[in-house]
């Protein structure tokens, strides 16, 4: 009895290396996108958001008699080049309503690096799952979506701890980097003397696996030591040349840190340039005090902060009914730098004009 063909993947598919320190992740994603039609991978830049989405529409890509489409909107700067590229993907002609041209398709559709057309990418998501029943989205992006039903998987920086027999070695983190720094120089091995070296590396990196990714790249021609040297300024330090195939905020931290930055609205970013005056821990009321002067128009700090948090620039916890934000330790030097160049711009951090929203 011939075998069964396997369905189409249409789009960029996974990549070769395995992930490192997200099998819960994973589990946990696929067992979501199982119960849910509209799944989002949301977290701060260079997580690994668009790794674990691909990994996982892999391992459920044989339940979609269509299979999957994956489409990488780093690139897209419109509404238009969105549905241009799944048109593109799919064959499907220029003329008529792409809901209606899904609607009889058994399909993973994977928009992948949505941040900067979030609101369009909501729409398009809603009409194509309404109209199509058996057509299911994942999504990538610093924020939700915001529909009703989406489902979202808060993916935060690698663990720090691990509970292997191999201690500091095991740390994901630290696994990634030398898997990196091997493939830089051919033959690399982390010692016994190294690996505490590597694990402080990775942590003032926020266990980051693009930040990880990026320090490990230097390994070619540098030496541990020089490195961590480099590390006190990680957003100058981290850069490498484009690959093919490779987003551009992809080839930097700062590069990251800055697609962030342009998602927010006015309001946003001025809170978020001034956290950069005050500890990575902080309180509402300290919040209220840097960002007390701003003109907002019948807009608390409380809800501009609420979109930082939305936006995984900024984490939050709860504690007898008080909030305690808190950030990464690269977002926070990003925030520091724009601050000081506002700073030495103007000599003081200018207003904000207008009214926000």
Not at 289 to 304: K, Y
């Amino acid at each position: 009895m011939a075998s069964r063909p396997r369905p189409p993947w249409r789009g960029p598919r996974p990549g070769a290396t395995e992930l490192i320190g997200r099998e819960t992740d994973l589990a946990r994603l696929t067992g979501l996108l199982a119960d849910h039609r509209v799944v989002t991978v949301a977290g701060p830049a260079g997580c690994g958001k668009s790794a674990l989405a691909l990994a996982a529409a892999r391992r459920v890509h044989a339940g979609y008699a269509d299979g999957v489409l994956s489409v990488d909107l780093a690139v897209a700067r419109t509404p238009e080049d969105v549905t241009r590229e799944i048109r593109r993907l799919l064959r499907l002609p220029e003329r008529g309503g792409l809901p209606r041209l899904l609607a009889d398709r058994h399909l993973l559709l994977v928009l992948d690096n949505v941040d900067h057309l979030t609101d369009s990418c909501a729409g398009l998501v809603d009409d194509v799952v309404q109209v199509g029943r058996r057509v299911s989205a994942l999504v990538t992006s610093r924020e939700p979506l915001g529909l009703a039903y989406e489902s979202v998987w808060r993916l935060p920086p690698l663990p720090a701890l691990t509970t292997g027999p191999d201690g500091v070695r095991g740390m994901p983190a630290v696994q990634l980097f030398a898997r990196r720094a091997a493939q830089a120089r051919p033959g690399f091995e982390v010692s016994a003397k190294e690996v505490g070296t590597v694990a402080v590396i990775c942590g003032l990196l926020d266990r980051l696996p693009l930040a990880v990714e990026l320090a490990a790249d230097r390994m070619a021609d540098e030496s541990l030591d020089e490195l961590l040297r480099r590390l006190d300024d990680p957003l100058t330090a981290l850069r490498r040349p484009g690959r093919r195939g490779q987003p551009a905020h992809q080839t930097s931290l700062s590069a990251a840190l800055q697609r962030s930055l342009d998602c927010l609205t006015p309001a946003e970013r001025w809170c978020f340039v001034r956290l950069g005056a005050l500890p990575r821990l902080f309180g509402l009321d300290e919040v209220d005090r840097v960002c007390g002067a701003a003109p907002w128009w019948r807009l608390r700090t409380s809800v501009v902060l609420d979109g930082l948090v939305a936006k995984s620039l900024v984490t939050v916890r709860h504690h007898a009914g008080r909030p305690t934000y808190a950030m990464l330790r690269t977002v926070h030097q990003f925030a520091a730098r724009l601050l000081a160049g506002e700073l030495g711009q103007y000599g003081t951090a200018p207003a904000l004009s207008g009214r926000v929203g």
